[in-house]
């Protein structure tokens, strides 16, 4: 499966859409950053905040995390390469997991941008207004919006929480998966990536009042973003960690259900 | 160990009612190579795209290399080189950049094998940096077959490998195929609606129509079914027998229990044939070149004619 893996960088390395991705990433990151910055320095007007939420890691994380799997998962049965992976002979589960991998690690390549500018944001105590509009976490560790003391001990801990919430990204748009297997066509695979968590949220609203069902809910990696701040406990690293792995294994095991025994064209 | 490399058993295929595979049963043995013959749709790549691990059998079961179950099968499937209906390509990557992605999925570390293989099958001179999608049908073919052939495989499934090659890349490819059989000992199971193309390429047939294996024979049989030969009437067989025998010096003939003698020899020789026996004064009613052309024969199989 390493080998697999392997292929699934390289061929990744060679792929335009996740290079435009980074870099549609760093211009954001960046430009939310210089905005909310320049609130608080009064070159911007307050209104620009809710502007610019548009160009936060929820919309466009969603969107590129989509164009990702799409590319690299669903472009392989339009090209046929998913045949050199099967005559390989590593067995079907190791071709889901290596793409769920490759996935994962460029999910952690396009992320980059915000995991460094919220990282030195917060670290450099850089004097930033607080994100209006659309939510974003990273902004959120960027800005402090919890207001805790900077110190080294918060440093290590707003690394790992924008870890965090990387690693929920990675599991909210693993529902990516089985559909680029079933579907095996990219566009598909990329309205769900930025559908579905828009759509977790209205369902998730229909149901706030039903017991059970809204426990369900509110367990899913989508729910569990908003844990991901710097006043998060272990309690809930452990709660973020296991509902994103518990949903990354169900998806991957819906894939793998559908996968197994499917007639490759 | 035993000397086949795939053997089917009763192999089915239904797409909801439609029957692409019918109780398929076949054997093939190392070191030959093997045409798979039959009409579009007759099953031909169901079969080749069952046992590359592309698609499974409804019923049957199924030997690769001895192993049939499915891990063992799967590790099997490594032994492998597969060109099935279009070449899998990255149309974003070069001919060498696709070649080093299978490498590194099928751990090869050799690197002088890149060049070898595209020398190999004339794409040696292509411009390293073009990518593979501004390459032409007949050049991904190549490439394909040159992917096919990067593991060393023991088992090498060609579906239609010269479709949209020249008749350079044919004969190129046709010659390629031989030499990795007879060099490297590799099976090959191959499909192509140019049947003497195939005729020129095969050691074995397998003949194929409505998922149902309709005949499988070997080079000699199918040469034997196909042979010519002179179909002769006269008034006196016997005499004429003599003849064929002492004067023309062949004993390839068959007497027919019409009377007609069929000669198997001297069949490009009308001429020579015809002054024997009218020097030898035996009187002719019927003297004619007869035999099957391949196509003919592949028809007659199938028991229509239509499109092989």
């Known amino acids: 499966m390493f080998n697999l893996i392997k292929a699934e960088l390289y061929k990744m390395s060679k792929m335009t859409s996740i290079y435009i991705s980074f870099l549609i990433c760093c211009v954001s990151a960046i430009g939310v950053t210089y905005v909310l910055y320049g609130i608080n320095q009064g070159t911007f007007e307050l209104e620009m905040s809710t502007n610019v939420s548009l160009l936060g890691d929820s919309m466009l994380v969603s969107l590129l995390g989509g164009i990702l799997s799409g590319v690299l998962i669903a472009g392989d049965f339009t090209n046929k390469n998913i045949h050199s992976q099967i005559v390989c002979g590593k067995g079907r589960l190791a071709i889901i997991l290596s793409k769920f991998f490759a996935f994962a690690i460029g999910m952690v390549f396009i992320t980059l941008p915000y995991v460094i500018t919220s990282v030195i944001g917060f670290a450099t105590e850089m004097d930033c207004h607080d994100l209006i509009g659309v939510p974003s976490q990273f902004m959120d560790v960027l800005t402090n919006a919890d207001g805790v003391e900077v110190n080294g001990g918060h440093i290590a801990k707003a690394v790992l929480v924008v870890l965090l919430i990387v690693f929920l990204y990675i599991a909210r748009l693993s529902i990516c998966i089985p559909v680029a297997f079933k579907t095996k066509k990219t566009i598909p695979v990329i309205i769900t990536g930025f559908v579905s968590a828009f759509l977790f949220d209205i369902i998730s609203s229909a149901v706030s009042s039903v017991d059970g069902i809204s426990d369900f809910f509110s367990a899913l990696p989508y729910s569990m973003m908003t844990e991901c701040t710097m006043s998060v406990d272990t309690e809930g690293v452990i709660k973020i960690l296991i509902s994103g792995i518990v949903f990354t294994a169900a998806m991957l095991a819906i894939t793998f259900a559908m996968f197994r025994k499917d007639e490759v064209k | ?308």
């Open chain 2, 1 to 308: 160990m035993s000397n086949y490399v795939l053997k089917t058993t009763n192999l089915c295929k239904c797409f909801k009612s439609y029957k692409a595979l019918d109780n398929v049963s076949v054997t093939l043995e190392k070191g030959k190579i093997y045409g798979l013959i039959g009409k579009n749709g007759a099953g031909k790549t169901t079969l080749m795209r069952i046992v590359s691990g592309l698609s499974y059998a409804t019923e049957g079961t199924i030997e690769l290399f001895g192993a049939s179950s499915a891990k063992e099968y799967n590790k099997q499937l490594s032994k492998i080189g597969t060109l099935i209906e279009y070449p899998s390509l990255n149309g974003r990557m070069t001919a060498k950049q696709n070649i080093k992605l299978v490498k590194i999925m099928r751990g090869i570390k050799d690197k002088s094998v890149d060049d070898e293989l595209l020398e190999m099958v004339g794409l040696g001179s292509v411009d390293p940096k073009k990518k593979v999608k501004d390459f032409s049908l007949g050049m991904r073919q190549r490439l394909g077959i040159a992917i096919a052939m990067l593991t060393n495989p023991e088992l090498l499934i060609l579906d239609e490998p010269v479709n949209g090659l020249d008749p350079v890349g044919v004969v190129e490819i046709r010659n390629l195929i031989k030499k990795l059989n007879q060099e490297k000992n590799i099976t090959v199971l191959i499909s192509s609606h140019n049947l003497p193309e195939l005729y020129q390429t095969a050691t074995d047939y397998i003949i194929i129509d409505k998922g149902v294996i309709k005949q499988t024979l070997t080079l000699d049989e199918l040469e034997k079914k196909c042979e010519h030969y002179l179909s002769i009437t006269c008034d006196d067989p016997d005499k004429a027998i003599k003849v064929i025998e002492n004067e023309l010096g062949t004993k390839k003939y068959k007497r027919m229990q019409d009377g007609s003698i069929r000669l198997y020899d001297f069949v490009d020789e009308k001429q020579k044939v015809s002054d024997a026996l009218f020097n030898n004064h035996i009187k002719v009613y019927e003297f004619s070149r007869l035999g099957e052309t391949l196509e003919n024969y592949f028809l007659s199989v199938i028991g229509e004619s239509g499109n092989v």
